[in-house]
């Protein structure tokens, strides 16, 4: 008994520590500055997606080409190849400032629609288009280092994981939407619609403010040093460097499902192509399942642990999708679409933790990169690969490389001591103790 007074203290010590954990996301909900960017981020991937399924209609309505139709999806992933270029603009703006201009521009550039009328005028839709690629590699990257100055080190992966889910969520409905606002008011007034979804994300932005967010003057040295400079950390980093080897591993064969659904869907289930649009669907909601979960998972596990099972779930996924059942099938898709979603959250808080305020475009759009590489070559390998192979033996070849690469990223960390614990307990807030950690660890850029 003579102990029972520390009793209630304790209690309410654990009673507070609970509370604390479970007020985390609506802290992170009731943040304005994070609630304007996850609006205008909905908004406007809504209509970015939408367009796009546009275009790929309008195109094959105006050309009756299906390779014309596809080949608008070839110019959104063009620009990838200029993303260091575009991680120095990021890194040497006022970001806030970035992001804004690029939306405007954007919107601005959707205009030129009204232009569009026969098949002769289709390369501007594709130089659109273009455009539109060139806008992802800047917008999306400033917005991730956006999100580094308005939310807490401890709810980064909180943030993450729903702007993800948001996204994901937009997908299910983009297609469906897009298709048939393009049938009913066509594809002009389809483009005039999405440019004001990028005035909106424009304005939300603006309304945000980020005291720590600045212009940053030219380096020392030239602008090829400055390009390289992210590709350098994330290499020098190494939790980073295993991130982007087991990933881009992983991503090599990943892709090949983009053409592998329908084979599951023909041969192995027996259903109509049609069928597809099932299996997709479950994908979104095993995406935005996983988006809302990934913060805890993050605080539990710790983040490189989440792109490890993310890409583990995908190599299960594959693994279930070769059983001849509607409902196994099903699950999978569910798996597959969680795994992706916990490998992208992980990937970008990972990048976001262990990077200087300063090079957090050039990292970011480093990493994105050379991730997105491998996958957008696996899709056009897949597609040559199901015309002469098993679509069962490339999905097994999917499983033992996603495998493969998550046992290694896992044994990698753990070799490194990187992710034994929850990484926000050790990672900085301030830019600079976080470059202070940076030269501790390794050798910084030069």
């Known amino acids: 008994m003579g102990n ?8 309410t010590s654990k009673f507070t520590g609970v509370l604390r954990n479970r007020e985390r996301p609506s802290t992170l909900l009731s ?35 299906n390779a014309a139709a596809g080949g608008a999806f070839f110019f959104v992933a063009l620009p990838y190849l200029f993303a260091p270029l575009a991680g120095v603009i990021i890194d040497r703006l006022q970001r806030r400032q970035v992001f804004i201009v690029a939306n405007l521009i954007m919107a601005a550039i959707l205009l030129l629609t009204l232009l569009v009328h ?31 100055g308005i939310v807490d080190t401890k709810e980064l992966a909180d943030a993450n994981g729903l702007l993800q889910a948001s996204s994901d969520g937009v997908k299910l409905l983009a297609p469906l939407i897009g298709a048939a606002l393009f049938v009913l008011i066509g594809g002009h007034d389809v483009a005039l619609l999405d440019a004001g979804t990028f005035v909106v994300a424009a304005a939300c932005v603006w309304l945000m403010r980020i005291p720590s967010d600045e212009r940053r003057p030219a380096e020392a040295g030239s602008l090829r040093d400055e390009m390289l400079a992210g590709l350098r950390h994330v290499w020098r980093t190494p939790a980073l460097r295993a991130l982007v080897i087991a990933l881009g591993t992983a991503l090599l064969v990943t892709g090949f499902t983009q053409t592998l659904n329908f084979a599951i869907v023909s041969s192995g289930l027996h259903r109509s192509p049609a069928f597809v649009g099932v299996l997709v669907s479950a994908q979104g909601v095993g995406a935005i399942v996983a988006g809302v979960t990934a913060g805890r998972a993050t605080r539990r596990l710790g983040d490189g642990r989440v792109v490890t099972i993310g890409i583990a779930g995908v190599a299960l996924a594959a693994v279930i999708y070769l059983a001849p059942y509607v409902g196994a099938v099903i699950l999978a898709a569910l798996l597959f679409g969680a795994g992706i979603c916990w490998s992208t959250v992980g990937m970008v808080t990972m990048v976001q933790r262990r990077t200087p305020a300063r090079l957090q475009g050039r990292a970011l759009t480093a990493t994105i990169g050379i991730v997105s590489a491998p996958q957008t070559v696996s899709i056009a390998l897949g597609a040559a690969l199901s015309l002469v192979v098993n679509y069962r033996i490339l999905l097994g070849i999917v499983a033992v490389v996603n495998g493969l690469s998550a046992l290694w990223l896992a044994r990698r960390l753990a070799a490194d001591h990187t992710d034994s614990q929850p990484t926000e307990a050790a990672a900085p807030s301030d830019p600079a103790q976080m470059e202070s950690a940076e030269s501790s660890s390794g050798p910084q850029d030069s």
């Open 4 to 11: 029972s007074p520390g009793l209630p203290r304790r209690l």
């Open 31 to 65: 943040n304005r500055p994070f609630q304007l960017l996850i609006f205008g981020q909905t908004l406007s991937t809504l209509g970015d997606r939408a367009l796009i399924i546009a275009f790929g209609v309008w195109v094959k309505e105006l050309t009756g080409s």
């Open 118 to 148: 026969s098949a002769s005028q289709v390369w501007l839709l594709y130089l659109i288009i273009l455009c539109y690629g060139i806008s992802g590699i800047i917008i999306n990257p400033t917005q991730s280092a956006l999100v580094v």
